[in-house]
């Protein structure tokens, strides 16, 4: 007897590397691609998204942007940041929420994304999560072409090469080309994950939910 073909889904992770709901959206998901096991192959895109496109490059105080951009109360943020805490530590991932201190822009770090994207499926998720290690965990700048250009070298990237993509406007028209795909397909909010161009799930959903969604998937075909 012939073990069947594991289904093959493409997904589209949109995601900003600033989006706290982004990093317990992606450990969720990996969690439940590991529950699916052989039946179900994985093609794991990230697609950029700015939450914050014009913010200035030295960035902004996290409490003052709260504040101006949602009304958030110094006390309402608080209680949002401890339980973004539970819910990353429930995923096995450490916000150091008092390690991180300012919003920055981090247009220069979906630029590197792409170009880790040329490179290969791994290398691109690796960055991801190293990316969202440097911010949330180490509380150091998204938008720094220093620790840019460091944390692709620990993943194995080329260091020359990510400064160089750094110090130019490279994948710069290619970055903006899709973020305004995804605006346009009404995408608002994230993370959004998309399966086969045709099926989303919104938000940092529970590993449950995502597993649901690739078994139903999968089996339709």
């Given at each position: ?35 699916v096991g052989d039946g179900v192959k994985a093609e794991l895109h990230f697609q950029p998204f700015e939450l914050n496109p014009k913010m200035a490059p030295e960035g902004q105080d996290i ?59 791994g290398i691109q998720l690796a960055l991801k999560e190293a990316l969202f290690k440097a911010y949330f965990t180490d509380g150091q700048s998204p938008g720094s072409h220093e620790v840019l ?73």
């Amino acid at each position: 007897m012939t073990t069947p073909a594991p289904s093959t889904l493409k997904i589209d992770f949109v995601s900003d590397v600033s989006c706290p709901w982004c990093v317990i959206g992606l450990k969720s998901l990996e969690d439940a691609l590991g529950r699916v096991g052989d039946g179900v192959k994985a093609e794991l895109h990230f697609q950029p998204f700015e939450l914050n496109p014009k913010m200035a490059p030295e960035g902004q105080d996290i409490g003052e942007h709260l504040a101006e951009k949602y009304g958030s109360t110094p006390e309402q943020s608080q209680k949002n940041r401890e339980m973004i805490r539970a819910r990353g530590a429930d995923v096995g991932f450490t916000f150091s929420m008092d390690k991180r201190s300012r919003i920055y822009n981090t247009f220069d770090a979906h630029r590197l994304l792409h170009w880790a994207g040329e490179e290969g499926q791994g290398i691109q998720l690796a960055l991801k999560e190293a990316l969202f290690k440097a911010y949330f965990t180490d509380g150091q700048s998204p938008g720094s072409h220093e620790v840019l250009a460091r944390v692709a070298g620990d993943v194995g990237l080329d260091i020359a090469r990510a400064k160089a993509i750094l110090a130019s406007d490279e994948y710069a028209d290619a970055v903006r080309e899709r973020e305004n795909f995804y605006l346009q397909q009404g995408i608002h909010a994230v993370p959004a994950v998309i399966i086969n161009d045709k099926h989303l799930i919104s938000g940092g959903q529970p590993a449950e939910v995502f597993e649901q969604a690739l078994r139903q998937i999968a089996a339709a075909g």
